[in-house]
């Protein structure tokens, strides 16, 4: 029989390929701005594998700003009320010793939403219900790229449909978000730098009403680490998928571990620490590993999500840091194709987003498995109890600076107003002050809205008590450039006294590009550097 002939699908000025949650978000921050996109999607339904689930506050304000944050809180699969705290204990998962661990919660007054606790399958259904709502995104369910190769006009993929009928797709951009092992990223000949821990873990979704009885006396936890000698300060940690029932559970195992040579149903009630009724639902594998990609940009293409950077599962840092990446690239891409944004803006994606990860994984992930080897080395109940109880409650201040401590941002970027010798890092401290290349927090304005409320796709010019001339000179800039600019006017007192300046440039994705009093160097040159002129 003769092969299928190719069929043309003809040109759009962004192409995505992969539709998980990092790829849907861009689609959305995308198509919500007019760019017409196509998404790639070889899954017809999202997988139901509960991974991804911890939401912050800072993604929840993504999917504000997306216009689905009613719905995504809607489609937890735990009540609200329940909690969504996480938990370390020592041993086993009901021995003596255990403390509040990633209580996002500490920072919720930095942000405008309420953090979020949900299996990424839900979170990708209320992404792909948003995705259709609007009529710029193309997706294409059941499709797979084979090929991604830079052409005269742009880029041209080739794909294979479930039928296996080939198309021919061109695009301006194209941004893989498929995955670790990301086609897109090999064929732009991205290389990687790995960090392999060398050490094969195990994905288990089970069911047990058992756990959950046992489990009633840490109320309000949704997601339990459990700290053992052997593993050398490796985790085995348990999360809810739902309340009562199904469970998901990852730890070390033996190299050459396969689903019929090891007893999982032991391993899980060792951690426990008691016996449980156990009905396995899926056994998967997967290599703990650190993976960064070199550059984040080719030319035309770029890599977002676990495309260009991936790390364990170990704190939630994952599914957000791709959010993180959506929001960055998706205006920029959308400047740049509307005509007032630059190829340096465009560069800037990589100089903001690749160390900020670099940061995440060496300064919270890969630190947390060196301090906890070195306390499990260090200390044991069982031959210094004292000692040990005391660095046991040293360990749980320390959570506590964990989450405080994260606070991505580009102070170091050419693209704000941040300190000569700033860089873009993850770590940061969190602050009601207006500072160039930090998150914008929220404030209640005089005429009592939240600040929140009035920012915009674009630039937002926030301008307490201001002069006129200093308004009108963004004004005039801003339209000299061809930046979309919405200029909010207040009083200035109450709660945006706390930022500290009277006149904040606000970027389209919260981040703080300029603050001040007034300019001394000039409103078009600050628009100018904002937007990589």
Not at 48 to 76: C, D, M, Y
Not at 332 to 355: H, M, N, T
Not at 488 to 513: F, H, K, N, T
Request: charged share 20%.
């Amino acid at each position: 029989m003769a092969a299928p002939s190719t069929v043309d699908l003809g040109s759009v000025p962004v192409a995505i390929v992969g539709g998980g949650p990092v790829g849907l978000g861009l689609a959305i921050e995308l198509g919500q701005r007019g760019i017409e996109c196509v998404v790639i999607e070889p899954y017809e339904a999202p997988q139901p594998i509960p991974k991804g689930q911890n939401l912050t506050q800072r993604s929840l304000e993504h999917f504000h700003f997306w216009g689905v944050e009613a719905q995504l809180r809607a489609a937890r699969t735990i009540p609200a009320a329940y909690g969504i705290g996480g938990l370390t204990a020592y041993g086993t998962l009901l021995g003596p010793y255990a403390y509040d661990w990633l209580q996002r919660e500490l920072v919720r007054p930095y942000y405008f939403c309420d953090n979020e606790r949900l299996p990424q399958y839900a979170t990708e259904a209320v992404l792909r219900n948003r995705i259709a709502q609007l009529p710029s995104v193309t997706v294409r369910y059941g499709s797979r790229a084979n090929e991604v190769e830079p052409s005269d006009d742009g880029i041209a993929l080739t794909l294979t449909d479930l039928q296996g009928q080939q198309s021919l797709l061109r695009a301006q951009y194209v941004v893989g978000c498929d995955g670790s092992r990301s086609l897109v990223r090999q064929q732009a000949n991205i290389t990687q730098t790995l960090s392999d821990h060398d050490r094969l873990m195990v994905l288990l979704v089970f069911r047990s009403r058992g756990l959950h009885e046992l489990l009633k006396r840490y109320p309000g936890k949704s997601y339990y680490n459990v700290l053992q000698p052997e593993l050398q300060g490796y985790w085995k940690f348990f999360g809810r998928v739902d309340l009562g029932n199904t469970w998901f559970f990852h730890a070390p195992v033996p190299a050459g571990t396969t689903r019929d040579n090891f007893d999982f149903q032991h391993y899980v009630q060792e951690t426990v620490g008691a016996p449980i009724d156990i009905e396995f639902d899926y056994i998967g594998f997967w290599s703990l590993r650190f993976a960064i990609a070199d550059r984040y940009r080719c030319g035309r293409i770029f890599v977002a999500g676990d495309a260009a950077h991936s790390h364990p599962p170990y704190g939630g840092y994952g599914i957000n840091t791709g959010f993180e990446d959506a929001r960055n690239l998706g205006w920029k891409l959308a400047a740049s194709l509307q005509g007032w944004g630059s190829d340096a803006l465009l560069d800037s994606y990589d100089a903001e987003r690749r160390p900020v990860f670099a940061s995440t994984a060496n300064d919270f992930i890969a630190r947390s498995i060196e301090t906890d080897r070195t306390f499990l080395r260090d200390f044991s109940p069982d031959s210094d109890r004292s000692a040990f109880e005391a660095a046991w409650a040293l360990r749980s201040q320390g959570a506590v600076s964990e989450v405080t401590a994260f606070e991505p941002n580009y102070e170091g970027s050419t693209v704000v107003f941040g300190p000569i010798d700033g860089r873009c890092s993850a770590v940061g401290r969190h602050s009601f002050e207006a500072r160039a290349g930090h998150h914008l927090a929220p404030a209640r304005m005089p005429s009592g809205d939240d600040v929140f409320e009035h920012l915009d796709d674009g630039f937002t010019l926030l301008a307490w008590d201001a002069d006129r001339a200093t308004v009108n000179e963004f004004v005039e800039a801003a339209r000299a450039e061809r930046v979309p600019l919405r200029v909010v006017q207040d009083q200035r007192s109450g709660e945006v006294l706390r930022y500290g300046a009277s006149v904040i440039l606000v970027r389209p994705d919260q981040y703080v590009a300029w603050a001040g009093e007034h300019s001394q160097i000039g409103a078009r040159k600050i628009l100018q550097t904002a937007i990589g002129r």
